[in-house]
């Protein structure tokens, strides 16, 4: 059964950082895409950043600069990095892998940025 827990979320001021972390066990990185995607209150899920089996990155045009996709395959985790963090990022950030045509998220993490 594919699990996925997110955790690192939390309340910060404008300019800050948070790291987002996401267990993935069982997932092998290396066959599969995994993603990060967070959903504003009455808002769509949006996809933020991902990287491929072979660690290529891809950001959403918000974040280009500030976020930073990674992964530890020894630790079964992907990370994301948030800098300079903004008033508009306020969301729940959710962990993402799709197997066999399947959608699977975590049960996300509630990042909250405010003065």
């Known amino acids: 059964q594919v699990q996925l827990v997110e955790s690192g979320g939390g309340l910060v001021q404008p300019g800050g950082s948070l790291r987002l972390s996401c267990a993935a066990p069982?997932?092998?990185?290396?066959?599969?895409?995994m993603g990060w995607y967070r959903q504003a209150p009455g808002k769509q899920r949006d996809s933020v950043a991902s990287?491929?089996?072979?660690?290529?990155?891809e950001y959403a045009e918000s974040v280009k600069g500030r976020f930073t996709i990674s992964r530890d395959s020894g630790k079964n985790t992907v990370y994301l990095q948030m800098n300079s963090l903004k008033p508009e990022d306020t969301a729940v950030y959710y962990c993402?892998?799709?197997?066999?045509?399947?959608?699977?998220w975590g049960q996300g993490t509630q990042v909250t940025v405010s003065s």
């Open positions: 993402h892998v799709n197997l066999y045509t399947r959608d699977y």
């Open positions: 990287i491929t089996p072979g660690a290529r990155t």
């Open positions: 069982g997932i092998f990185f290396t066959s599969n895409v």
